[in-house]
Nanobody, 124 residues
Framework: QVQLVESGGGLVQAGGSLRLSCAGSGRTFSMAAMGWFRQAPGKEREFVASISRSGGSTDYADSVKGRFTISRDNAKNTVYLQMNSLIPEDTAVYYC?????????????????WGQGTQVTVSS
């Protein structure tokens, strides 16, 4: 089992930055590839970024590439999402997710564990 708790969301002006954290508990956290997804009101949940179990491989949605950076610290059981140059279109609830695999995925249906989400609001 992996329990996930996100933090770091909030209200920021366009062009600003936020750093989301996802703290995992359970001995299997370091065995899990991790992902960040987001869901805006009235829209489907969409892939944002993912990172392999080792941290050696990352992937990003085209809409955030060059602005967001995913990283993890397995010693702290934590995965991060550094978000820079935020735009109003980034406004959404952000969720972290884990899957018991070495390889991450862009598909939300392949993840077994989810956090409760943290709200990010970018004002123009």
């Amino acid at each position: 089992q992996v329990q996930l708790v996100e933090s770091g969301g909030g209200l920021v002006q366009a062009g600003g930055s936020l750093r989301l954290s996802c703290a995992g508990s359970g001995r299997t956290f370091s065995m899990a590839a991790m992902g960040w997804f987001r869901q805006a009101p009235g829209k489907e949940r969409e892939f944002v970024a993912s990172i392999s179990r080792s941290g050696g491989s990352t992937d990003y949605a085209d809409s955030v590439k060059g602005r967001f950076t995913i990283s993890r610290d397995n010693a702290k059981n934590t995965v991060y999402l550094q978000m820079n140059s935020l735009i109003p279109e980034d406004t959404a609830v952000y969720y972290c997710a884990g899957r018991l695999s070495a390889i991450a995925s862009t598909s939300f249906s392949s993840y077994n564990y989810w956090g409760q989400g943290t709200q990010v609001t970018v004002s123009s």
